[in-house]
T-cell receptor, first 112, second 112 residues
Framework: DARVTQTPRHKVTEMGQEVTMRCQPILGHNTVFWYRQTMMQGLELLAYFRNRAPLDDSGMPKDRFSAEMPDATLATLKIQPSEPRDSAVYFC??????????FGSGTRLTVV | KNQVEQSPQSLIILEGKNCTLQCNYTVSPFSNLRWYKQDTGRGPVSLTIMTFSENTKSNGRYTATLDADTKQSSLHITASQLSDSASYICVVSARGNNRLAFGKGNQVVVIP
């Protein structure tokens, strides 16, 4: 089965450190999303790309978060500097347009 | 106010029993509605997706209904199994953009 691969699965880091999360979308999917999930807020959209171009990153704190797609097989989400309130599970999802998205297993980030 | 409201927030059911989860939304114009199942520590997995013209869709023991006039959907689980213990998330997509509105999920616990 095709799947979205996220690395690392778990990350513990100290406040102030840079964190980079990676996502390999399903081959052929031209839409990629980054979501953050917390117990309080549920799933929140951070950014999404279509054909590698960022279309919406309004949900992302711009001063510390950045999302890129250096090529069609890799999406990255970077936090610099990280803060304890960034602790959450970060999901990447990909899809062939506006129908039927597949989620990765997530990166569980803990900032201490 | 969240555009997607789910109820009940959580429920406990006996193995073998049926249950129904509710989703009310205000997203407009409507494109499609999806139900996802999220096991603990995993990413959401799509169960069903329905467009405006579809009233019901089944996936094994899961049956989703949609009333686009009243903006309501339900997910019915028949003959529940222990493996149905999960969070069930209702996601609504608006026509014309790729933004998804997420409910906070229905947490289902199936006990023997």
């Amino acid at each position: 089965d095709a799947r979205v691969t996220q690395t690392p699965r778990h990350k513990v880091t100290e406040m102030g450190q840079e964190v980079t999360m990676r996502c390999q979308p399903i081959l052929g999917h031209n839409t990629v999303f980054w979501y953050r999930q917390t117990m309080m807020q549920g799933l929140e959209l951070l950014a999404y790309f279509r054909n590698r171009a960022p279309l919406d990153d309004s949900g992302m704190p711009k001063d510390r978060f950045s999302a890129e797609m250096p090529d069609a097989t890799l999406a990255t989400l970077k936090i610099q500097p990280s803060e304890p309130r960034d602790s959450a599970v970060y999901f990447c999802a990909s899809g062939p347009g506006n129908y039927g998205y597949t989620f990765g297993s997530g990166t569980r980030l803990t900032v201490v | 106010k969240n555009q997607v409201e789910q109820s009940p927030q959580s429920l406990i059911i006996l193995e073998g029993k049926n249950c129904t989860l509710q989703c009310n939304y205000t997203v407009s114009p409507f494109s499609n509605l999806r139900w996802y199942k999220q096991d603990t520590g995993r990413g959401p997995v799509s169960l069903t997706i329905m467009t405006f013209s579809e009233n019901t869709k089944s996936n094994g023991r899961y049956t989703a209904t949609l009333d686009a006039d009243t903006k309501q959907s339900s997910l019915h689980i028949t003959a529940s199994q222990l493996s149905d213990s999960a969070s069930y998330i209702c996601v609504v997509s608006a026509r014309g953009n790729n933004r998804l509105a997420f409910g906070k999920g229905n947490q289902v616990v199936v006990i023997p």
